[in-house]
């Protein structure tokens, strides 16, 4: 049967309109096929999710809160060796375990009056995760060092110190160039009346000369060997920074008794424990996977300790960072333990490396060096020889 031109037109319509719906439904993720109504027909996925028939984008995975992987800072009390009275004038080493507390940064807006956050106050009050009392060790000491190095500013250096000096000083910075121009044609002018100039110009242009062919010299060099003389290097030792202290102590452990190889066991698993970086987990992870970052270990605070007062007499510590244990486990020579369940060794030797989180700066030590030092009225005893 022939169709007449209008249907045919008619139909024509038909099929692109079709087609358009095709593409807008594919457009949308779809895979073109529309109902009676020419709605795209969605399609139910194997987990119960419907779609459009093609498919999903990942989803982005969600990093989830962190925590420690360790149960460090649970408080453990005090820990002690030997495992004795501590009586009146008992001297000792105390050794607190802080947590470590982040410094900070300082904002914008006060750090040039403030400057930039010090640790060295931030752990005064802090209460301590537990606290382990040793016997004070043989040969102990304290270092202070300064950093202090040597520096030389020739003369012609520093008349071109001077001259960028002048010229950053100056309200007008063309007139300061011009300025230190003609000041320098006058100056060259005198030193070459002297002959000097010629001499250090000679030595200077010689220098690159041999230079370029191969010669491995210098500028002073070339005039010593010409004059016998070098430029005044001016040298002097000028301060150049401060360093951190560090501190070694070396303590024997022989237990007496099953009490006091419980204490000695204990106090190395927490000095251990607690100088070591954690991991972090996620908050519901079970599993021993390490997480995307690393906790700073914790901090010491430690004391010489008269009975339940300061030493008076010992150096006192800023708070430190315990960088290395080291235990001997035949402290004699010779492998012995007891017949105990541990197999306690029967000397053990054990050493401490601690590095402060600060240096120390003069007035550290304004509470010292008086017999008596005056207060709000009152005579306050001297601590100590300070830090």
Do not use: C
């Amino acid at each position: 049967m022939a169709l007449t031109e209008a249907e045919q037109q008619r139909l024509s319509r038909l099929a692109a309109t079709q087609r358009a719906a095709g593409m807008s439904a594919d457009l949308r993720g779809g895979d073109g096929r529309v109902d009676g109504n020419r709605n795209p027909i969605t399609t139910v996925g194997e987990d119960g999710g419907v779609g459009d028939g093609g498919e999903q984008p990942p989803s982005p995975s969600n990093i989830r809160r962190q925590r420690s992987a360790s149960n460090r800072n649970n408080k453990f009390g005090q820990l002690r060796y030997p495992y004795a009275i501590l009586e009146k004038e008992t001297d000792y080493l105390q050794i607190e375990i802080l947590k470590y507390k982040t410094l900070g940064i300082t904002p914008q807006k006060d750090v040039l009056q403030e400057g930039v956050r010090s640790s060295k106050n931030f752990y005064k009050n802090e209460e301590a995760i537990g606290s382990i009392l040793l016997p004070i060790p043989q040969n102990i000491s304290s270092t202070n060092s300064t950093g202090w190095g040597e520096d030389s500013l020739n003369t012609i250096a520093a008349y071109g110190l001077g001259a960028a000096g002048d010229i950053i000083k100056s309200p007008n910075f063309l007139k300061g160039i011009f300025d230190a121009a003609l000041q320098a044609g006058g100056d060259l002018k005198s030193l070459a009346v002297s002959g000097q100039a010629q001499d250090l110009s000679s030595s200077f242009f010689a220098s690159k000369a041999v230079n370029i062919l191969g010669a491995n010299t210098s500028f002073s060099g070339v005039l010593a060997r010409s004059t016998g003389q070098i430029l005044n290097p001016n040298t002097e030792l000028l301060f150049n920074g401060v360093k951190l202290r560090s501190f070694n102590f070396s303590f024997n452990l022989a237990p007496r008794n099953g009490r006091e190889a419980r204490e000695i066991k204990k106090i190395i698993i927490e000095l251990k424990r607690n100088m070591a970086p954690a991991s972090t987990i996620t908050e519901e992870s079970k599993n021993g996977n390490a997480g995307l970052f690393l906790k700073s270990p914790n901090v010491f605070r430690l004391k010489y300790r008269t009975g339940n007062s300061d030493h008076k007499f010992l150096n006192s510590f800023v708070v430190a960072a315990l960088t290395n244990v080291q235990v001997n486990y035949t402290g004699s020579g010779t492998y012995m333990t007891y017949n105990d369940e541990s197999k306690t060794p029967v000397h053990m030797v054990m050493q401490l490396s601690f590095q402060e989180l600060s240096p120390i700066y003069a007035e550290d030590y304004d509470d010292f060096g008086n017999e008596n030092l005056e207060k709000e009225g009152a005579q306050q005893p001297i601590r100590g020889v300070g830090f």
